[in-house]
């Protein structure tokens, strides 16, 4: 048995692991596991992560469940993978499981928060919530700041002022591109004072070419059928 990846493309953990996988020249099986129709929570899926939720994967007999925790695995595990992705030294390694932790509860929370209730949640069926979005916004808009002031000093161009990127500016990156389904315009006033930002994510897009555009292709999918229901209750009204 090989490499399972039960990911959706939807979900911006699931698309650094299949980049990451590209990258890397991993084989692997794609497994599509559909969040808007509720496949993460069948019984099926639920012998793969109790957790009931995307990414996850499945090596052999061992499973595996969150996203950092199967990037590091696959990083000691497959000899193909570069060293800059997670580095051997112990020292480089800390520094970036310490971005990782801050990630969860910082940028992943606001960013998510405010992307999923200020845009996607019609694409699962459920309502926009203006009020949750903006605490979300507030948070990410914070996050941003901590990023440029902390990890993005000087002219770096990733994070830690590497010359490569790390798993961490994956999940990082991958995590600000849900920002392509909000309007156009708002996405540029909250990008546009952080110019930092902008060139560290042109950055990464560039080294993980051209994985990354076609791995976040769905996002520009799911950002044209947004804007197309949005235009239909504006017309409604």
């Known amino acids: 048995m090989g490499l399972k990846v039960y990911a959706d493309r939807t979900s911006q953990p699931s698309r650094a692991i299949i980049i990451f996988c590209k990258m890397n020249q991993i084989d692997f099986e794609e497994v599509k596991i559909d969040l808007s129709k509720g496949q993460h929570r069948t019984p099926e899926f639920e012998k793969i992560n109790p957790m009931k939720k995307v990414p996850a994967i499945v090596d052999g007999r061992f499973k595996l469940f969150e996203s950092h925790a199967i990037l590091r695995y696959l990083a000691c595990s497959f000899p193909s993978v570069s060293d800059h992705w997670y580095p051997n030294d112990l020292t480089s390694r800390a520094k970036i499981d310490s971005i990782l932790d801050w990630h969860h509860a910082n940028l992943r929370q606001g960013a ?126």
Not at 148 to 167: K, T, Y
Not at 170 to 177: A, F
Request: proline fraction near 4%; aromatic fraction near 8%; glycine fraction near 6%.
């Open 112 to 237: 998510g928060t405010y992307v999923f209730h200020g845009a996607m949640a019609p694409a699962f069926g459920l309502p926009l919530n203006a009020q949750v979005a903006e605490q979300g916004k507030k948070l990410m808009l914070s996050s941003l700041s901590k990023i440029e002031l902390f990890w993005l000093r000087g002219d770096s161009r990733f994070l830690l002022g590497n010359s490569q990127p790390s798993i961490a500016d994956l999940c990082l990156v991958c995590e600000l591109m849900e920002l392509e389904v909000v309007d156009s315009e708002e996405r540029e006033r909250i990008l546009e004072p952080h110019q930092k930002i902008r060139d560290w994510m042109e950055n990464v897009k560039r080294a993980t070419h051209p994985h990354f555009l076609e791995v976040h292709g769905i996002l520009y999918e799911l950002k044209a059928r947004l804007e197309s229901r949005r235009n239909k209750v504006s017309t409604n009204l």
